[in-house]
């Protein structure tokens, strides 16, 4: 299987130049060519596999060129039970409140403690092997822009890894305090992490103009350099996310919810570069049977505006929320959605993702908007309504859970009001562990608002709550700081040099 650009369908690239490169030449993802089909039978047959199979079957569709030992090797090192606390690193939880028939989806028992790992743990194994293939014996200098999460999971798949160099940039207001501490703690010879004054989006154009700065991607070359991207815009990110959706599936078979074949799902999930709702698109496209793919945002809505109207603009104040890893107002991965609800017309998704650099705003036509509509449901919700999902969930049904997740369930709940629809079993994508927002959490939970350091709200959730901490997130607290550069996002590109020892 080989992938195109986004933008230009005259680009062949192999899995593994898609994986090592990141991101098209002329500023296009890549995107496979077809998608491989999966029947009932096929489900059936994966039931009864452990996760780590599941991934490799469903990887080998997608990895041309590398061997089954490869695809075997790199899942069983990403997916170890010492690191996901089980077999299973991506388990169901069933919530049965009211007349709601839903699973979270718990994507959060990996190492930093949010679903990013899920896929972070798997890209530095397929990167490096794609690196060996494609460019041996050269550097990956990985970049990363972060709303708070990917920036510590991509940390901690590439420390010490060798071949590779990376840096992070988060926005320096735009993160939580336990999400800082997790970065600014991070170990390894190879990595480094810079606040920087603006929101993700700033971070994100920095990193994509560094990126595509000729002179800069040049000096890499003289030293043997070549830059990549451990951001949803690489296909190695959204690969193996596409692989829980049908593991979620599964397990409903093997638990009997299932009642016939081809039964219908609906999967809600918390989108702020719309790369996680993607991938469980593709699943969808796969096979997957689904009813309704239900994004939810906060008041960061212009999600949720674009598919209930076909308009995308980003022309809109920022809101710095309690779930800051969909604080984004330029999904990225909404450019392959288009490219596949037009049939690859990469000439017309080239042309709106100009208008959007330049004005801020695109509009799809009807025919693309209604397509959209038949698949997607889209609603948010504010901090308020997502504070007080998160008390209703503890209250009723002993659960604790993330901002994130809680916007989840609350459009969840929109979903129900607008559709009557109770009787398809839902999975809610649950991507973090409350603990990484435990002044958020706390709040919700005792309704007075959270006083002390990060660690003193950590212990005194956990004394209310009597859920436990996840480990790395308990012992950061012995962990010293070692990153505290803040740069303006007109900086970057020195940061790097000077972090790679190249200026
Ligand atoms: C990254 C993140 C999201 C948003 O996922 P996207 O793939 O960017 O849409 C939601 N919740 C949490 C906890 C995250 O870290």
């Not at 998704?349 to 889209?378: C, N, P």
Request: glycine share 6%; proline share 4%; net charge negative.
């Amino acid at each position: 299987m080989n992938y195109t650009s986004t933008r230009d369908q005259s680009v062949v690239a192999s899995a593994a130049q898609a994986i090592a490169q990141g991101i098209s030449q002329e500023g296009g993802l890549f995107v496979p060519q077809s998608f491989p089909q999966y029947s009932y039978t096929d489900l059936v047959e994966m039931q009864h596999l452990p996760y780590t199979a599941r991934a490799q079957r469903i990887l080998a569709d997608f990895l041309s060129g590398f061997s089954q030992d490869e695809i075997a090797q790199s899942v069983q090192a990403a997916y170890t039970a010492e690191k996901f606390g089980g077999e299973n690193p991506a388990p169901l939880s069933l919530l049965q409140s009211g007349d709601r028939n839903m699973y979270l989806l718990e994507l959060w028992h990996g190492p930093t403690a949010a679903f990013k790992d899920m896929a972070l743990q798997l890209l530095p194994q397929m990167l490096t092997r794609a690196m060996q293939k494609e460019h041996p014996g050269k550097t990956a200098v990985i970049l990363v822009a972060t709303s708070g999460d990917t920036g510590k999971a991509a940390l901690k798949g590439f420390e010490n890894v060798e071949g590779t160099q990376i840096a992070v940039f988060y926005p320096q207001n735009g993160v939580s305090q336990m999400q800082k501490r997790q970065m600014c703690t991070q170990e390894g010879e190879n990595v480094g992490v810079f606040a920087i004054e603006g929101n993700f989006d700033d971070a994100q154009a920095g990193v994509k103009r560094i990126f595509t700065d000729a002179g800069c991607i040049q000096l890499l070359q003289e030293h043997n350099m070549l830059f990549s991207s451990a951001n949803s815009i690489n296909w190695g990110r959204l690969l193996p996310q596409i692989v829980y959706y049908f593991s979620a599936y599964c397990d409903l078979m093997a638990t009997g919810e299932m009642d016939y074949e081809g039964e219908k799902i609906n999967i809600v999930v918390p989108t702020g570069n719309f790369g996680n709702i993607l991938a469980a698109y593709y699943a969808v496209k796969m096979g997957l049977p689904v009813n309704r793919l239900i994004c939810a945002s906060n008041s960061n809505n212009v999600l949720t505006d674009f598919i209930r109207t076909g308009i995308y603009d980003r022309n809109r104040p920022f809101y710095t929320t309690i779930s800051p890893s969909m604080d984004i107002l330029v999904s990225s991965n909404l450019e392959r959605l288009l490219y596949d609800m037009t049939g690859g017309d990469d000439k017309q998704v080239a042309a709106w993702m100009a208008q959007l650099a330049q004005t801020g705003r695109y509009e799809v036509g009807d025919a693309v908007k209604h397509k959209i509509q038949d698949l997607f449901f889209s609603g948010y919700c504010d901090d308020e309504q997502t504070q007080r999902e998160i008390r209703a969930l503890y209250k009723t049904e002993n659960y604790l859970c993330d901002p994130h997740t809680a916007v989840a369930v609350n459009v969840y709940g929109q979903y129900i009001e607008q559709t009557g629809d109770t009787a398809t079993p839902t999975v809610v994508a649950s991507t973090a562990s409350p603990y990484k927002f435990p002044a958020s959490v706390l709040q919700a939970v005792t309704g007075e608002e959270a006083v002390g350091d990060e660690f003193e709200i950590l212990d005194h959730l956990a004394s209310v709550s009597a859920v436990p901490v996840p480990q790395p997130i308990a012992q950061l607290r012995n962990k010293p700081v070692r990153f505290q550069t803040v740069c303006r996002s007109d900086e970057m590109q020195q940061a790097v040099l000077k972090m790679l020892h190249i200026r």
